[in-house]
Nanobody, 118 residues
Framework: QVRVVESGGGLVQAGGSLRLSCLAS????????MGWYRQAPGKERELVAI???????DYGDSVKGRFLISRNHVKNTVYLQMNSLKPEDTAVYLC????????????WGQGTQVTVSS
């Protein structure tokens, strides 16, 4: 079983920065991807950023150039550095970990709230 725990959310003024962390623990197979999604009230969940095992990344159009995803392979931790935050970035940010192999899994954390005030 894989446990995914996010941290680092909070309240920040527009133009500010936050760094989110996501730790994956437990019985984890070969990690294929670690990524961040977000969901605002009344809106669908959307991709923020994803980091594949080979090192390639993908970002949602609205965050390109402002957010950066990175990973500590040893610690099974993925980070999301968020800069130049806007009120429309306000949402619950959820971490997703996908693993393949014998211990394949698709795991989500509970989410961390990010609120950007104008």
């Amino acid at each position: 079983q894989v446990r995914v725990v996010e941290s680092g959310g909070g309240l920040v003024q527009a133009g500010g920065s936050l760094r989110l962390s996501c730790l994956a623990s437990g019985t984890i197979g070969s990690i294929n991807s670690m990524g961040w999604y977000r969901q605002a009230p009344g809106k669908e969940r959307e991709l923020v950023a994803i980091l594949m095992s080979g090192g390639s990344t993908d970002y949602g159009d609205s965050v390109k150039g402002r957010f950066l995803i990175s990973r500590n392979h040893v610690k099974n931790t993925v980070y999301l550095q968020m800069n130049s935050l806007k009120p429309e970035d306000t949402a619950v940010y959820l971490c997703n970990v996908r693993a393949t192999g014998f211990y394949s899994s698709d795991s989500w954390g509970q989410g961390t709230q990010v609120t950007v005030s104008s």
